[in-house]
């Protein structure tokens, strides 16, 4: 499986397909974030995006190799294998621009909250940013993986199901995402840091389902 992750990175980084997606989440942070303000909105500002993009970077990964390149690896170390390679390396690529972010984000913003009273324990809400933004990308990733390649073979629907499942659960009420990102937002007014750990295992389990569900279908259609 290392091979096959190197081997789907690679051909993600030599195609460049990825700079779309990371420059328009590094716009979004640059234009939506200020110097010095509040720890906890700017975490939540900054993991919310990460499930659009992980969408973005797994549908990327998955319809990347052409058709035959597709049929050697799969035939070298099976198509599931090939498949949930993609997958991963969709993920990570958002995972380490997201990880920057939050670095980033809390060596400037100020350990307070929106009134600027309130104290906010910095290790504590890095922690609960850093759960806030693997439960986008693991819903990321979710959305990536269902809304192409096998069961979304066209591309231009694919993205159109993509973007559109990817907003849905960033704003849905219930969803793992909406949930971590607005306790944030809401302990941003009070100074309470709030650790999604509901969210982040409904997160987990939906992931696991899509993927799985996925690259199932993947061996039994391609």
């Given amino acids: 499986m290392t091979a096959l992750l190197r081997y789907q990175t690679a051909l993600l ?27 906890l909105g700017a975490l939540g500002y900054a993991s919310a995006p990460l499930l659009p993009v992980t969408a973005w970077l797994v549908r990327t990964c998955l319809d990347q190799e052409p058709p035959a390149a597709r049929d050697v690896a799969a035939a070298a170390a099976g198509r599931t294998r090939v498949h949930l390679a993609a997958i991963l390396a969709g993920a990570l690529a958002a995972a380490v621009p997201g990880a920057a972010a939050l670095v980033a984000v809390l060596a400037s913003a100020r ?19 850093l759960l806030t933004a693997v439960v986008c990308v693991l819903l990321g990733a979710a959305v990536g ?8 073979p066209s591309r231009g629907w694919s993205v159109l199901a993509g973007t559109a499942a990817a907003l849905l659960a960033l704003v849905t009420t219930g969803s793992p995402a909406h949930h971590a990102v607005s306790a944030l937002v809401s302990g941003n007014l009070t100074g309470t840091v709030p650790l999604p750990l509901l969210p982040l295992a409904g997160a987990v389990v939906i992931a696991a389902a899509a993927v799985a569900g996925a690259c199932r279908l993947t061996a039994v259609r391609e």
């Fill in 111 to 129: 350990p307070v909250a929106a009134d600027g009273r309130a104290a906010v324990a910095l290790p504590s809400a890095a922690l609960a940013g």
């Fill in 13 to 39: 980084l030599r195609s460049q397909r990825w700079l779309p997606p990371i420059l328009l989440y590094a716009a979004f942070l640059v234009i939506g974030l200020r110097f010095g303000e509040p720890v």
């Fill in 145 to 152: 993986a269902l809304l192409t390649r096998p069961l979304v």
